[in-house]
C-alpha cells in the first residue's frame, strides 16, 4: 500500500483529497479542498471518486488503510496519508472549518 505523510501530502498539488471520517468528523475541521465520503457510504458512493490518482484521509490514519486497500483491490491509483487529520492539525497546519 502507497503512503504519505502528512508533511509530503502538504506539498501536493492537484491531487485530490477524499476524507473518510464520518461527516460529524469532517464537519468539525477538515484540510481545506478535502472532500468527505464517509467509509461507512464509500461502497455505494464509488462513483464519486477521482478518476485519476488520489489520496485518502482520515483521523489518525486506520481507516483510510483499510479504504486504501479495498480500493486497491479495485484497480484505484490510492494513497493513505499517514497520521491522519489528527497529524495534520498537531503540526500546525490549516484546518477547514464549515460556518454553521
Sequence with gaps: MKSITVAELAARENTPLIDVR???????GHIPGA???PMSEIGNRLEELP???FDVICQMGG?????VEALEGR???VTNVEGGTAEWIAEGREVEVPSA
Design 35 to 37: 472532500v468527505n465520503i
Design 75 to 77: 484497480g484505484y491509483d
Design 22 to 28: 464520518e461527516a460529524n468528523e469532517f464537519s468539525s
Design 51 to 53: 478518476a485519476e490518482a
Design 63 to 67: 481507516r483510510s488503510a483499510r479504504v
